[in-house]
């Protein structure tokens, strides 16, 4: 049996400010300082692999089965528990703080130039050229909340056909459409349409299809949402690893991110819990190399709705279902936790947020306790998972191991 590494991305859960975040309209933001005041907010088991004991994050109580923060370098008899797993804090070194940017980061791939975004809707020859290619007329273009975008105009959707094309702070081109109106696999033909369309000076990262059903008054977004990412432009730790003869499983929407690029095999999810559930089955089966799991309910179902309880009760579950995944381990796993960006639901912004990220190593081959700092950018955990598996990195970052 060979080495695994477990990746899992906790989609938007940031830790608190980076120093340019108010460039960003972001200062002040900070996920877990909102969700770890929520009565909701549980997480032990994160805890005991070092979340609390990350820079930034050091000082004080924290509301969880009443235990205590520590600092294992500098220990000052607070802490009720040991750490157990080796813990960092990551920089994101690319411009921007959105999901593609944030994961491909990861994979070691630093963008330089943030993806484009239209604050204003998009240029009406792009909108133009899309209603041409799909002959329906297009609805709102202009940024929207996912959920008000479907109140405001789904009934007019449904009387007329026309698709609804929104935006938002980050780089993507929405497409909502009801499913009795345009069936689902057409959504996806739209989607892939304007893919092809926005290049270039309008290369969004992402091009996303929002399915949803209901009655006006009462519509509700489906879990066949369908991303379509820009090819990463070159090759990341995924294609290293595809290289090298290493299996590269993505679990969620890591295969849409990648736009399918140095993945071997994936499943996609409707949510936490299947994730989580794929991830174990994943764990009793025989393979060497990573599997790369993205848990997006943190960001889209409550990090841009502001719904702080909501963030503290799904946190709350992943920290229940971890002894389960730390159970599966072998004797040659690595764990590893991390996040994109941030998504603070305290804050007015209902959008991203600019903020580090955690991250949380566990295993047999990982020191328990060690802190490794404030890391420059997002890259080492990338250029770690290489070196695990031997392979000479080619990608930004430095390994931790």
């Not at 906790?10 to 460039?23: T, V």
């Not at 907010?41 to 805890?47: D, G, L, V, Y």
């Amino acid at each position: 049996m060979g080495k695994r590494v477990f990746l899992i991305v906790l989609d938007s859960f940031g830790i608190g400010e980076m120093p340019d975040a108010a460039k960003y309209g972001d200062e002040g933001s900070n996920t877990l300082g909102t969700v770890a005041k929520n009565p909701y907010f549980s997480t032990p088991n994160m805890a005991k692999l070092g979340l609390f004991s990350i820079d930034g994050v050091a000082a004080g109580e924290w509301k969880g089965n009443g235990m205590k923060k520590q600092n294992p370098e500098a220990d000052n008899g607070m802490s009720t528990y040991p750490v157990v797993g080796s813990f960092a804090r990551m920089t994101e070194k690319s411009a921007g703080k959105d999901t593609t940017t944030g994961h491909w980061e990861i994979a070691g791939l630093v963008s330089e130039n943030p993806m484009p975004v239209f604050p204003d809707g998009f240029p009406l020859e792009i909108i133009d050229a899309f209603e041409k290619a799909t002959g329906r007329r297009v609805l709102c273009n202009r940024p929207y909340s996912g959920t008000q975008v479907i109140e405001d105009y789904g009934r007019e959707h449904m009387e007329t056909g026309a698709l609804i094309v929104y935006t938002s702070a980050d780089s993507v081109f929405q497409i909502a459409a009801h499913e009795d109106i345009v069936p689902v696999p057409q959504l996806y033909e739209y989607c892939e349409t304007a893919r092809r369309m926005l290049v270039g000076e309008y290369g969004v990262g992402r091009v996303i299809a929002r399915p949803f059903v209901g009655k006006p008054g009462s519509f509700t977004r489906t879990s066949r949402r369908h991303d379509y990412s820009l090819l990463p432009p070159a090759d990341t730790m995924l294609d290293q690893l595809k290289n090298a003869g290493f299996d590269v499983i993505g679990v969620g929407k890591i295969n849409d991110i990648f736009a399918g690029k140095g993945i071997t095999e994936f499943v996609r999810t409707a949510g936490n819990a299947e994730g989580i559930d794929r991830t174990l089955e994943y764990m009793d089966k025989d393979f060497t190399g990573l599997c790369f799991v993205n848990l997006v309910d943190f960001d889209m179902l409550y990090g841009h709705r502001n719904d702080a309880d909501g963030y503290a009760k799904a946190l709350t579950y992943f920290d229940s279902r971890l002894p389960e995944i730390l159970g599966k381990m072998r004797e040659d796993d690595i764990l590893m936790i991390t996040a994109d960006h941030g998504c603070d639901p305290g804050t007015p912004s209902t959008d991203h947020s600019r903020e580090y990220t955690p991250l949380l190593m566990y295993g047999c081959s990982v020191p328990a306790g060690k802190n490794f700092g404030t890391r420059p950018t997002f890259a080492d955990i990338g250029a770690t998972v290489l070196d695990y598996f031997g392979i000479s990195s080619k990608i930004a970052g430095a390994s931790l191991l």
